[in-house]
């Protein structure tokens, strides 16, 4: 099903976004066009998941991760929502973090043999969420600088406030999953 599921929501995604990036390309569109182009790419991103002997990462993980694409590229940039809906950004760093956390138990339960789980501190298990949420609050923050130097010019419209609300925002999403994840430790 998980198999399914990847192949599915990618094709769905890649052809959605091949089709608005022609469409783009012949309006002239040339930031719309440029992100369609990187919406292909992530969405192709999850197939390398298929190669693996078995998956670690659940259905709803999976779906979160498109959800979380179609919110980025199609809504927030394309359908413009982060300039009509102040919101929209933080939200989104807000639920990056979260996904990102959730993913920090399911590579916990890869890398952590299930016989040596018991002994790892529930403290060990809330820095690990909360840094790997982090890290990917910063490396998003990247992307957007060198996206706005090189390419677009209007990711990080809100400067430096922007830049650290956005990563205010993916800490606190880390922090929820993190005391998630550190209070039911035996259940992970």
């Known amino acids: 099903m998980k198999k399914f599921l990847i192949i599915f929501l990618s094709i769905i995604f890649i052809v959605f976004m091949a089709i608005l990036m022609v469409i783009y390309i012949s309006k002239g569109d040339s930031s719309r066009w440029q992100v369609a182009l990187g919406g292909i790419i992530v969405s192709a991103l999850p197939l390398g998941l298929l190669f693996l002997k078995e998956n670690p990462f659940n259905i709803p993980t999976i779906f979160g991760y498109y959800l979380f694409l179609f919110c980025t590229t199609y809504l927030g940039s394309i359908a413009s929502f982060y300039l009509h809906y102040k919101w929209w950004d933080s939200t989104l760093h807000l639920y990056k973090g979260i996904l990102v956390g959730y993913i920090g138990i399911t590579l916990f339960k890869v890398f952590a043999r299930k016989t040596i789980r018991g002994e790892i501190s529930r403290m060990i298990i809330f820095l690990f969420v909360v840094s790997l949420a982090v890290l990917a609050s910063i490396l998003w923050e990247i992307y957007e ?14 400067g430096n406030t922007d830049t650290m609300l956005d990563l205010l925002a993916g800490l606190v999403g ?9 209070v039911r430790k035996q259940r992970i």
Do not use: S, W
């Not at 600088?145 to 809100?158: A, E, I, K």
């Not at 922090?175 to 550190?182: C, N, Q, S, T």
């Open 145 to 158: 600088f060198l996206g706005d130097q090189f390419v677009t010019h209007t990711m990080q419209r809100g």
């Open 174 to 182: 880390g922090l929820i999953i993190a005391m998630y994840g550190a």
